[in-house]
């Protein structure tokens, strides 16, 4: 198990190795997180029961903590990539760090705005600044900040040293972030989903929950496969294999 | 199924603007996001190839509106 595990990470730093893994998963993974995300959307807002107190407003949850959540998981994400960047210097993890920027920050986007538009009718204000809604708005703003470091610096090491040590050191936000609604009085409600122990939310309403939330788990990857694709394409523009791969001519 | 009519199902009792309009900004962020992503590594791929085609016959390309 180990050994097998050791062998798929020494093979996906390869980039010419990644390449082929990426470009062999996507026309997979595409249509099948595609595919779960619109069913726990559906399933969310045309099957789910009503909420007692919110009424149909709650149906934003079915985005709103896929988005949240997938935002958070990929800040961690781009974390382990700018430790393993700093410490082992390897290409594909600066490659990783670039590629799930985007996405993150779009999620970061509609997080916050799909929890102002939920906030209005809920708690009668589309904004407070309240320490979950302040931290998720830093996260925002670290996401933004390792685009922008990236697309400053010239020389594509120099950029992902840099940005990995700001996606290193921002990891602290997404700790502030998820306990920002248990340690501190935040207008913003505690988690209804629990990996540990019960969650407090009703089955009709978790299932589409979970299901949308892998979905878009799901398409973030393929998006970060795809762009990380991309990157790798743009860095090895001079090596033998990408001459190769895109000679005049060649198939894939 | 949880709504009786196509019409219930756009109030969303009377919710219907902050459901669509969170629904819509995170299909437009979420999809745009996918687009230029592909966009993205479309003009790389070009990129390359130019350079390639470029570097394989430069006898062709020195002289303009040369035919094969």
Redesign the interface.
């Known amino acids: 198990m180990w050994k097998t595990l050791t062998r798929w990470y020494h093979q996906l730093s390869s980039p010419r190795y990644f390449y082929r893994f990426a470009s062999a998963v996507l026309p997979w993974l595409m249509p099948i997180a595609v595919l779960v995300l619109l069913t726990g959307l559906v399933w969310g807002l045309v099957f789910a029961p009503v909420e007692r107190y919110q009424g149909n407003s709650y149906r934003i949850i079915f985005i709103h903590v896929p988005a949240s959540s997938g935002a958070l998981m990929g800040y961690i994400a781009m974390g382990v990539a700018g430790l393993i960047a700093l410490v082992w210097r390897l290409k594909m993890a600066e490659v990783m760090l670039k590629a799930m920027a985007p996405f993150g920050a779009v999620l970061a986007t509609v997080s916050l705005a799909t929890g102002a538009l939920w906030g209005k009718p809920t708690w009668g204000t589309y904004w407070q600044w309240d320490a979950r809604m302040t931290s998720m708005l830093i996260l925002l703003f670290l996401y933004l900040g390792i685009i922008a470091l990236q697309s400053a610096i010239r020389d594509p090491r120099q950029a992902a040293r840099a940005a990995s040590l700001l996606a290193v050191v921002g990891v602290i936000n997404v700790v502030i972030v998820k306990y920002s609604v248990e340690w501190l009085n935040t207008l913003h409600q505690g988690a209804t989903l629990k990996l540990v122990g019960e969650s407090s939310i009703n089955d009709a309403m978790k299932w589409p929950l979970l299901i949308s939330m892998l979905g878009l788990w799901l398409l973030y990857a393929a998006n970060v496969l795809m762009r990380a694709r991309t990157e790798v394409l743009n860095r090895e523009r001079r090596s033998g294999w990408v001459a190769t791969l895109l000679a005049p001519g060649a198939k894939e | 199924?949880?709504?009786d009519s196509v019409s219930e199902?756009v109030a969303?009792?009377?919710?219907g603007f902050?459901?669509w309009?969170?629904?819509g900004?995170?299909a437009l962020?979420?999809i745009?996001?996918?687009v230029?992503?592909?966009r993205?590594?479309g003009r790389?791929?070009q990129?390359?190839?130019r350079?390639?085609?470029r570097d394989?016959r430069p006898a062709h390309n020195a002289v303009e509106g040369e035919v094969e």
């Not at chain 2, 969303?12 to 919710?15: A, E």
């Open positions: 199924m949880y709504f199902f969303m009792g009377g919710h902050f459901v309009s969170a629904y900004i995170s962020l979420i745009g996001n996918m230029l992503a592909v993205q590594q790389v791929r990129e390359i190839q350079r390639l085609r394989q």
